[in-house]
């Protein structure tokens, strides 16, 4: 436990001290087209497959989870290894290839120079944006690492988390309750797998079968796609009504009992955190002001070292 306490300590300190060498002019003088690359990879990736903008951001997000944004989620399995992407909750990452397409794009103007960390965490703001999403300048300078182990994917929340286990969660990583409430606004985006919610439908507690917090017509849906013993491969659920619009209907339907996990859930459960739900329900400006505010903050957490060249294998 005490070991746990100083090793976030240290996580914390470095991360403090990485923050303020990220800037948004970065690679204004190295790679001055390296957005406008990644853009252009991003989009052509989204016009053959809407379920792009989703896999990037939850992809990023995973990734900062995990030693802070340094592009581990990338790496490939291998030499007695298994990487981080092939862990546990890896069911939904997808769209690996969006971010090697636009790696490529990137190192045929100016090798060397841009961190795989980097292009997810642009990828990630441009998913956003060509959802209907807001835009904000991404700040850049993040390194690579290279420490991708499957077994440290375990330290991300469960969907099963209840307020205070993610409370703590993004404390470890020094966000606070507004960044849990607006960052889990992501899953406006996307689809889920019966197996994230089917703890809330099936067996819920010793006397109810379905989480009684659920609305109930809501809950019977659920119900049809998943069922209890009948397992059909890859059934599951959009994340909200409008999966591939960033817009703040994912708090619209939580306030109404129709959200997927119980992590979602939970954001109801104390005054502060409900407050803030309700508050992005009813604007959605205010919702992406915090969303984007609590984004740059989530992705600054830095770990990495090294500039990779190939985003699937280090140097
Ligand atoms: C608060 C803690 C969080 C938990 C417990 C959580 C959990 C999950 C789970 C279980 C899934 C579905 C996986 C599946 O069954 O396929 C999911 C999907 C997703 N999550 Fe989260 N998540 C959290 C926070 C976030 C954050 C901070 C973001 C980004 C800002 C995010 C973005 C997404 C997106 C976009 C999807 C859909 C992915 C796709 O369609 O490919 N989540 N999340
Ligand atoms: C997900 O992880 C499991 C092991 O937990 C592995 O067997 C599977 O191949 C992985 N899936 C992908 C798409 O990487
Ligand atoms: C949250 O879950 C943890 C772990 O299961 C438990 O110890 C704690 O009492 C729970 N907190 C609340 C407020 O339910």
């Not at 954001?267 to 505010?293: G, H, M, R, Y």
Request: proline fraction near 4%; include cysteine; aromatic fraction near 6%.
């Amino acid at each position: 436990m005490a070991l746990i306490v100083i090793v976030n300590l240290l996580m914390l300190s470095s991360v403090a001290s990485l923050v303020n060498s990220l800037s948004v002019n970065y690679y204004d003088r190295t790679c001055p087209n390296a957005e406008s690359a990644v853009t252009d990879a991003v989009k052509k990736a989204v016009l053959n497959d809407k379920t792009v903008p989703a896999a990037l951001l939850r992809m990023h997000f995973h990734d900062c989870f995990i030693r802070g944004c340094d592009g581990s989620v990338l790496l490939e399995s291998g030499k007695g290894n298994t990487a981080e992407k092939d862990g546990p909750p890896n069911v939904s990452l997808h769209g690996f290839y969006v971010i090697h397409n636009a790696k490529k794009a990137v190192e045929a103007i100016c090798p060397g120079v841009v961190s795989c960390a980097d292009i997810l965490a642009l990828a990630a703001r441009d998913a956003v944006t060509l959802s209907g999403g807001p835009s904000w300048n991404v700040p850049k300078g993040r390194k690579d690492g290279r420490v991708f182990k499957a077994t440290e994917t375990r330290s991300l929340p469960a969907p099963t988390f209840n307020l205070s286990q993610l409370i703590q969660s993004f404390s470890q990583r020094g966000l606070s309750q507004q960044d849990l409430v607006a960052l889990s606004g992501g899953h406006t985006l996307g689809f889920s797998h019966c197996s994230s919610f089917e703890n809330r439908i099936h067996n819920f507690d010793a006397s109810h079968d379905v989480d009684p917090s659920l609305n109930p017509s809501f809950a019977s849906k659920l119900k049809n796609i998943c069922p209890a013993h009948n397992k059909v491969k890859g059934a599951g659920s959009t994340m909200d009504s409008t999966s591939t619009a960033f817009d703040n209907s994912y708090y619209k339907l939580l306030v109404q009992g129709k959200s997927l996990f119980s992590s979602d859930q939970s954001l109801l459960s104390s005054p502060q955190t409900k407050a803030l739900v309700a508050k992005f329900a009813s604007s959605k400006k205010a919702f992406e002001d915090a969303f984007i505010n609590s984004m740059i903050k989530m992705s600054s957490l830095n770990g990495g070292q090294e500039v990779r060249l190939d985003c699937r294998f280090v140097r």
